[in-house]
């Protein structure tokens, strides 16, 4: 990944960025934030390498083999394609396989990499992805055709309480990664359909600090609960990366987080 003769517009347009950054009074916060910024641009650089050598099929994990040629709509293309995306759910999503579900509903799907791979592991099942962004259902749309899965994922725009009653009706499994609005989607007062499935929710304190307790304590009657962690998987790095520094190795698995993002993994009694 040898710097061209001539720097691209990526280049120009990082440096001035990270030029005017800088020129603010110096403090932790802006070398931070130049930090994060620069790493960012490092791991497009790192995708758009796995592009060039025609590295656009998910190298390990649950979903290794999907076809994944398009964008992340947020956070690391490259961890998805490195089959090291959210490693610490792995086994989850194994067990959500093996009980072989009749419908799988992905609330916040982004370019779709549950909602496809799932797709593929589980040909019997229904499968919505659900997200308010056209983006994010314009590159899911373009996962689906690319895996062959148009018949089984229906995707569309926002999930309300009323439509969990379709968890009733089938062996259901809900995901949800919506950016802190889980605790208002996530009501089982409002959404007892909740109750007939199980539930795998990313929650996110920075939005409000006591989600994980408050989602605990709400469930508690119904589900078992695991709280999940995170965890970094290096063992589907390509051999080719053997010649990059540890940092880019490191960016290459980095999922952008900015703080934890717990998640819990919540099975009906």
């Keep these: 990944m040898r710097a061209p003769s001539q720097p691209s517009q990526m280049t120009v347009a990082v440096t001035k960025a990270v030029r005017a950054m800088l020129a603010a009074e110096p403090s932790p916060e802006n070398l931070h934030k130049s930090f994060r910024y620069l790493a960012k641009w490092r791991a497009e650089v790192i995708a758009r390498t796995f592009e060039a050598r025609g590295q656009t099929v998910v190298m390990g994990g649950p979903f290794k083999g999907m076809a994944y040629g398009v964008r992340a709509s947020e956070g690391s293309r490259t961890a998805r394609l490195l089959g090291a995306y959210e490693a610490s759910l792995h086994p989850v999503i194994e067990s959500i396989i093996a009980k072989a579900p009749e419908l799988v509903v992905d609330i916040g799907s982004a370019e779709g990499y549950y909602a496809v791979g799932l797709a593929r592991r589980l040909p019997g099942a229904r499968v919505l992805a659900r997200d308010q962004s056209p983006q994010a259902q314009a590159l899911c749309a373009a996962l ?11 995707i ?19 995901i949800c990664d919506i950016e802190g609005a889980e605790l208002a989607l996530l009501d089982p007062e409002l959404a007892p359909g909740l109750a007939h499935a199980d539930i795998l929710v990313e929650c996110h304190p920075g939005f409000a600090a006591d989600v994980v307790a408050v989602l605990t304590a709400c469930f508690s009657p119904t589900h078992k609960i695991t709280k999940i962690g995170r965890k970094l998987e290096d063992t589907s790095l390509p051999e080719w990366m053997e010649n990059l520094s540890d940092l880019d190795r490191l960016i290459a698995l980095w999922e952008w987080r900015q703080g934890p993002t717990p998640w819990l993994w919540m099975e009906r009694k």
Excluded: I, K, Y
């Excluded at 689906?144 to 229906?154: C, D, I, M, S, T």
């Excluded at 569309?156 to 809900?174: I, N, Q």
């Design 156 to 174: 569309g725009g926002l999930f309300g309480h009323e439509d969990f009653d379709l968890c009733t009706r089938a062996r259901s499994v809900v």
């Design 144 to 154: 689906v055709g690319a895996n062959g899965v148009a018949g089984q994922v229906e």
